[in-house]
C-alpha cells in the first residue's frame, strides 16, 4: 500500500488532496496545528486518514517527527508540501520578524521536512515529494512580498532537488495554484469586487479552480503515470500563467 504525507492536509487544499489521495487507497498520514481540524478530517474521509498534530514552523522536531511516523506506519513513498502561511500587508509595514515567520513555515520547514523524509525514501529505493507553490512566483502581486519570496524559493529548491535527487529515483516536482476557490481565497474575492473582475479578465478559462484541481494534478505527479516527470513547476490555473 502507498503511504503519504500531506502537510496542512486538514482544510483547503491540503485536504482536497488528502481527499483524492484516499479515494485511490493512498493511506494518508496529514500534519496540521489544529488536531481538531485534522480529526475532522478523518471523520469526513475514513480510516485511510491519519491525523498527527505538529508545528512544522518547530524546526528542531521535524526528524523525531518523521521518525515517529515512519516507526508508527512503516514506508512513505509521497510527501506533499502544501502547509502554508499568508501575509498582506505592505512592503514596508513587513517587519523582520513577520518576514521570517512565513518564510520559516513556507521554506525551511519544507525544506526540513524533505530531507528528513528523503533520507526515509532512500531506504526505500525512491519516492516522490510534491511542493506547492503559487502563481505569486510567476509575477509580483501587491502587499505579498514574504510570501512571493516564499514560494519563488520553494519553486528554485523543487529543481535543484529533483537534479540532485534524481539518481535515487526520488522525484520532486511542484504545482503552482492559480485562483483557487478555497472559503478563505474566495470570501477576499467577493469582498473585493474590484479584485475579482481583475482576476476572472485574467483568467482565459473564465472559472475560479477548486482545490480538488489541485488533488487531481497531485495525485497525478505522485503516481506511476509521471514516474519520467522531475522538477516541474505545473501550474494549475486556468490558463492564467499565459493569458490575459
Ligand atoms: P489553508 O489556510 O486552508 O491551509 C493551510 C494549512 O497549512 C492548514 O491546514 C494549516 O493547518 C497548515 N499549517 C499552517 N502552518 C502550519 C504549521 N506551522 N505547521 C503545520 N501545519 C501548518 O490554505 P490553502 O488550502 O488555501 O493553502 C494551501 C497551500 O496552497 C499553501 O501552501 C498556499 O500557499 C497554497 N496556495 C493556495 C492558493 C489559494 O488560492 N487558496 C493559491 C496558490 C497557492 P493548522 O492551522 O491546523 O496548522
Not at 90 to 111: E, G, K, P, S, Y
Not at 134 to 144: E, L
Amino acid at each position: 500500500m502507498t503511504t503519504a504525507i500531506v502537510t496542512g492536509g486538514g482544510s483547503g487544499i491540503g485536504l482536497a488532496i488528502t481527499e483524492k489521495f484516499v479515494q485511490h487507497n493512498i493511506r494518508t498520514i496529514i500534519i496540521g496545528r489544529d488536531l481538531s481540524k485534522l480529526q475532522a478530517a478523518q471523520e469526513k474521509l475514513g480510516a485511510l486518514c491519519i491525523p498527527v498534530a505538529a508545528d512544522l514552523s518547530d524546526l528542531g522536531a521535524i526528524p523525531a517527527l518523521v521518525n515517529k511516523i515512519t516507526a508508527q506506519y512503516g514506508p512513505v513513498q509521497v510527501l506533499v508540501n502544501n502547509a502554508g502561511i499568508n501575509l498582506k500587508k505592505l512592503f514596508t509595514d513587513v517587519t523582520d520578524d513577520d518576514f521570517q515567520r512565513i518564510l520559516t513555515t513556507n521554506v525551511t520547514a519544507v525544506f526540513a521536512l524533505s530531507r528528513e523524509m528523503v533520507k526515509h525514501m532512500r531506504t526505500l529505493g525512491g519516492g516522490a515529494i510534491i511542493n506547492i507553490s503559487s502563481m505569486a512566483a510567476q509575477y509580483g502581486i501587491p502587499k505579498v512580498i514574504a510570501y512571493t519570496a516564499s514560494k519563488s524559493a520553494i519553486e528554485g529548491m523543487t529543481k535543484a532537488m529533483a537534479v540532485e535527487l534524481s539518481p535515487e529515483g526520488i522525484r520532486v516536482n511542484c504545482i503552482a495554484p492559480g485562483f483557487i476557490a478555497t472559503d478563505m481565497s474566495a470570501k477576499a474575492l467577493n469582498d473585493d469586487p474590484e479584485r475579482k473582475q481583475k482576476v476572472m479578465s485574467r483568467t482565459p478559462m473564465g472559472v475560479l479552480g477548486t482545490p480538488a484541481d489541485i488533488g487531481d494534478a497531485a495525485l497525478f505527479l505522485a503516481g506511476n503515470g509521471a514516474k519520467y516527470i522531475t522538477g516541474v513547476v505545473l501550474p494549475v490555473d486556468g490558463g492564467n500563467s499565459v493569458g490575459f
